[in-house]
């Protein structure tokens, strides 16, 4: 008789396992080794003591209130475990990625990248960007033990010997260091093998609050959503004047500089590896142009094809998936415009949704939190959020989303007069961010950019929105065409496709059957 499994945040039965489109297989795992990493960290408690007050300079580790298990904060990707300090009543959170979320038993290393690459998205906006309302980092460690922080937290010495040392370098010219200077404990304590980042609290208040708390209810008052566009067309404004030279992932490197020398690190690329699936993009990769990124993306997308074991449902769907990727490669030098495909180049927040964002009672905004896959990218991929009407990434409908999506791009265009850059645009100045975010949907490059980043979406946001763009009319001759351009012999890669499916849903019918044992 079949039974009921544990996921992270539900339960299910194989009647629904088997409709997922996802690997379940996989995902039954999580639920075991969510609580074998709790319950570690639940144990070594007195690490995070010492932890906690080694970035803050505190005399003393008992001065550090860990929180109950219960009180804890985990989404998909990291642990947030709250601290108090006493007597003052202040709290940190010591923040943990998930190692059965990022594929670290596929790629090791990948928590340590993810640690180093937040904490460069957080030095990257203090340095360049410092009236973007942040959350204070006080410094974060590796699972390797190398730890920095934040210099204003350093012993007096260490924070006078670090000042005159950065005048020196600013006076002769040299690059500076960042603000996280290395710094290992006096005890060389890492009981927890795991990176971390030590943050500030941000408080939700009854004058503060994550935007999805109220975003819903109150999406259709007009007043509050322009609050809202306005205060996020400053921040998206203030972010793209600073230009960045190439595609990638900023870093704080060993010895605390701020480099730009890591693969743009996405969502999507540690949750394939999270599901064994290979990326081939090393973490050294950055790219000086969009076609070369582009191209290394797809191919991704390739590698979720060949290597997920249930990524198609039976021929029909295999022919559909192959034409759409097919699709997708031969159309991508038609959706870029060639004078902007190298550069600019713009720090860009991907994870920008509503629970990342902290507003006042009238929307305004007041924090943006979890910098995690922050990069920098073709500015051409900068899009107003999709999240404008409530609906997915792949439900959204272009009739529904535009009127929203053009009240945003007014805010965007305000902004820019209030800031002057109008004034100073001329004939030979680059075009606005908002020209070219507009261009972008004219043209259907949202659209492309929108399935580029979506492994699951890519498919519908294809069929929906870019396909027609090439071919409205002559649906059956593309899906008879396409797929034998993806690849040579697609007979025998779709017959181990079907194979794989029908061995997946072997071993998922097994894994929802009762033990006899039990």
Not at 410 to 424: G, N, P, S
Request: hydrophobic content about 40%; some cysteine; overall charge negative.
């Amino acid at each position: 008789m079949p039974i009921t499994r544990k996921l992270l945040r539900r339960e299910i039965r194989y009647e629904s396992a088997k409709e997922e489109e996802t690997n379940i297989l996989h995902k039954l795992e999580y639920y075991d080794k969510q609580l074998e990493f709790f319950s570690h960290l639940h144990n070594h408690q007195s690490w995070i003591q010492n932890t906690v007050a080694h970035h803050l300079n505190l005399n003393s580790p008992n001065l550090c209130h860990v929180s109950n298990i219960e009180d804890w904060l985990h989404g998909s990707f990291n642990v947030c475990v709250p601290v108090t300090i006493r007597p003052k009543g202040i709290r940190v959170i010591l923040r943990l990625p998930l190692p059965y979320r990022v594929g670290e038993d596929f790629m090791p290393g990948n928590g340590d990248e993810k640690v180093r690459c937040e904490a460069g998205s957080y030095a990257w906006l203090q340095t360049n960007c410092p009236d973007v309302p942040i959350p204070e980092l006080y410094g974060f460690a590796l699972s390797t033990g190398e730890t920095f922080t934040c210099v204003e937290n350093l012993p007096p010495l260490c924070r006078w010997f670090h000042s005159v040392w950065r005048l020196a370098y600013a006076w002769l010219g040299i690059p500076i260091p960042s603000r996280y200077v290395p710094h290992r404990p006096a005890r060389n304590e890492h009981a927890v093998t795991s990176s971390y980042l030590l943050l500030e609290y941000i408080e939700p208040t009854t004058r503060r609050s994550m935007l999805s708390n109220t975003w819903a209810d109150a999406r259709s008052d007009s007043k509050r959503r322009a609050n809202l566009f306005h205060g996020l067309a400053r921040i998206l404004l203030r972010i793209s004047q600073t230009p960045v030279p190439k595609i990638g992932s900023f870093i704080i490197d060993p010895k605390g500089y701020l480099v730009l020398a890591n693969r743009p690190l996405s969502m999507e690329i540690q949750q394939l590896e999270n599901e064994h699936i290979p990326t081939g993009i090393p973490r050294d990769y950055t790219y000086s142009t969009v076609d070369s990124y582009v191209t290394d993306i797809l191919d991704y997308h390739d590698s979720r094809f060949r290597h997920q074991p249930n990524a198609i449902n039976d021929l029909g769907d295999c022919v559909f998936q192959l034409a759409s990727l097919a699709g997708m490669r031969t159309v991508s030098k038609s959706i870029f415009q060639k004078g902007l495909r190298r550069g600019p180049f713009v720090f860009s927040l991907t994870d920008l949704h509503q629970s990342n964002i902290f507003v006042d009672t009238d929307w305004n905004v007041t924090c943006l939190v979890d910098l995690e896959w922050a990069c920098a990218l073709p500015v051409e991929m900068v899009r107003p959020p999709y999240w404008l009407t409530n609906m997915g990434v792949d439900e959204l409908v272009a009739s529904e989303y535009d009127p929203v999506r053009t009240e945003f791009m007014d805010a965007l265009v305000a902004e820019e007069k209030a800031i002057a850059v109008t004034a100073r645009h001329s004939n030979n100045s680059p075009p606005l961010l908002s020209e070219i975010m507009q261009k972008a949907w004219a043209t259907g490059t949202f659209w492309y950019t929108l399935a580029l980043f979506s492994p699951s979406g890519l498919f519908m946001i294809f069929k929906q929105h870019v396909r027609p763009l090439f071919c409205k009319d002559q649906v059956e001759e593309f899906h008879t065409v396409m797929p034998f351009l993806w690849d040579r012999d697609i007979g025998r890669i779709a017959a181990e496709k079907l194979s794989d499916k029908k061995e997946y849903d072997r071993q998922l019918q097994q894994a929802f059957e009762a033990d006899p044992q039990a």
